[in-house]
């Protein structure tokens, strides 16, 4: 969670590299964070591969005195090789609390397919 008119950018970009695949794409993550009041950061990002996979995401943090809870939305899409193009989305609900006395973190999330899931940059 960010303080009021705060923002924060995380920028990453690199190659795939995974076993079980032969392509190994390239890949352009960034996501931004901005603090709105006291108890919600709004969020946006975005992920590109060169391989024709692009997903955006935005959501919604609030803090709360029982741990911060988020919402949020991603679409998905990839066009293979066949001139298919496949398009998922997914939401998001989840929950997060910092237990300061043992630095111990604790997330629950449940997530919900609206489309055959896309499993990301492969």
Do not use: C
């Not at 970009?13 to 993550?29: C, H, R, T, W």
């Amino acid at each position: 969670m960010l303080r009021p008119g705060v923002g924060r950018w995380d920028i990453s970009a690199g190659q795939v590299l995974k076993d079980s695949i032969q392509d190994e794409p390239n890949l352009f993550q960034a996501s931004y964070y901005y603090g709105l009041n006291n108890y919600l950061t709004g969020y946006t990002g975005i992920q590109l591969t060169d391989n024709n996979y692009t997903a955006g995401l935005l959501g919604l943090g609030m803090n709360t005195p029982v741990g911060a809870f988020s919402v949020d939305v991603t679409h998905s899409n990839v066009s293979i090789p066949d001139d298919k193009t496949y398009q998922g989305q997914s939401y998001r609900i989840s929950w997060n609390k910092l237990f300061e006395n043992t630095s111990t973190s604790l997330n629950i999330a449940a997530y919900r397919y609206s489309t055959q899931p896309l499993s990301g940059p492969q």
